[in-house]
């Protein structure tokens, strides 16, 4: 049972450059998010999508686009990256809302120099 | 703006002692809070949680209080363990209608053996 998997694991950036980070679930999760971890900052919301076909714009979603291609797939691109985008990337997913916990995949750290 | 804020950084306990890891809100419409714990290069996972209609929740050695005249609640780790050491988030959902599930800055808690 692999949860959350998020590819690729690290990966450094020119500024400027684009890339796309995966993500997928295989518990037939409805909601999915991406969070980023900065020190002293937590984890910030970038962006969420409720179900299949649905985004919403999180805490921190400027520089950040985002696709739900189907159930199992959610991913977050970098149109061109900023080293301000420096951070370790979360994908969560959940089964619904309110009452319900998240599971996170392993992260991306990504460094753009 | 922090929704969620936990104002300590880093908690130092010896093993045996009680841990205590404190979480302030600002945003009353919070109905659901959760506890995760993340060791490094690993994703957030899933402790405790509490609904809002409930002041008190228990797991094990793990229990979540919660104060929502203050917007404050706190996770005890009794006793604590060497293996408890790792950072603490705090999170909280909103009720049914939206899916946004919004984290704490972070406690890093060190057992001490």
């Known amino acids: 049972n692999a949860g959350v998997t998020q590819t690729p694991k690290f990966q450094v950036l020119k500024t400027g450059q684009s890339m796309t980070l995966q993500c997928a679930q295989d518990?037939?999760?409805?909601?999915m998010y991406w969070y980023r971890q900065d020190p002293g900052m937590g984890l910030r919301l970038i962006y969420y999508?409720?179900?299949?076909?649905?985004?919403d714009k999180g805490e921190v979603p400027n520089g950040y686009n985002v696709s739900r291609l189907n159930k199992r797939e959610f991913s977050l691109r970098l149109e061109s990256a900023a080293p301000s985008q420096t951070s370790v990337y979360f994908c969560?997913?959940?089964?619904?809302?309110?009452?319900?916990?998240?599971?996170f995949g392993q992260g991306t750290r990504l460094t753009v120099v | 703006d922090q929704q969620v804020k936990q104002n300590s950084p880093s908690l130092s306990v010896q093993e045996g002692r009680i841990s205590i890891l404190n979480c302030d809100y600002t945003?009353?419409?919070?109905?659901?809070f959760l506890w995760y714990k993340k060791y490094p290069a690993e994703g957030p996972t899933f402790l405790i949680s509490?609904?809002?209609?409930?002041d008190k929740n228990e797991d094990g050695r793990f229990t979540v209080f919660l104060n929502k005249s203050a917007k404050h609640l706190s996770l005890h780790i009794v006793p604590s363990q060497p293996g408890d050491s790792a950072v603490y988030f705090c999170?909280?959902?909103?009720?049914?209608?939206?899916?946004?599930?919004?984290f704490g800055t972070g406690t890093r808690l060190k057992v001490l053996a």
């Open positions: 969560a997913s959940r089964r619904g809302q309110g009452d319900t916990e998240a599971f």
């Open positions: 518990m037939n999760h409805n909601s």
């Open positions: 999508s409720a179900s299949e076909g649905t985004t």
């Open positions: 945003n009353s419409m919070f109905d659901y």
């Open positions: 509490i609904s809002s209609i409930k």
């Open positions: 999170a909280a959902s909103f009720p049914s209608g939206t899916y946004k599930y919004i």
